[in-house]
């Protein structure tokens, strides 16, 4: 049974920068695209960026396109979100997801493709 864990949430100021981290147990990451999604209080869930098995192809919101980087260490079984030059709307829960595929550049950034979900980890971006 696949279990995702976020950490690196926390507070920051705007124009600061955050790494978060989602890590898999249970089962070998390198066999899951994985998602990353953020719900603000009040707001829908939205997606944020996604990566393939591989790495080989990865997908970003508009909103966060030039300021956030995913990467994944299928060796580590981890996937990070790096987060540059926040602002605060970029306060919000986020969640890793992740769904099984063998398709190297398979990466939707669409939450309704996703089976498995962490538990979330929140971010805060206010001075």
């Known amino acids: 049974q696949l279990q995702l864990v976020e950490s690196g949430g926390g507070l920051v100021q705007p124009g600061g920068s955050l790494g978060l981290s989602c890590a898999a147990s249970?089962?070998?990451?390198?066999?899951?695209?994985i998602g990353w999604f953020r719900q603000a209080p009040g707001k829908e869930r939205e997606e944020v960026s996604c990566?393939?098995?591989?790495?080989?192809?990865?997908n970003y919101a508009d909103s966060v396109k030039g300021r956030f980087t995913i990467s994944r260490d299928n060796a580590k079984n981890t996937v990070y979100l790096q987060m540059n030059s926040l602002k605060p709307e970029d306060t919000a829960v986020y969640y890793c997801?992740?769904?099984?595929?063998?398709?190297?550049?398979?990466?939707?950034?669409?939450?309704?493709?996703?089976?498995?979900w962490g538990q979330g980890t929140q971010v805060t971006v206010s001075s």
């Open positions: 990566i393939s098995y591989s790495g080989g192809n990865t």
């Open positions: 249970g089962v070998t990451l390198g066999d899951y695209a």
């Open positions: 997801a992740a769904v099984s595929s063998s398709n190297y550049y398979y990466a939707p950034l669409a939450a309704w493709a996703y089976d498995y």
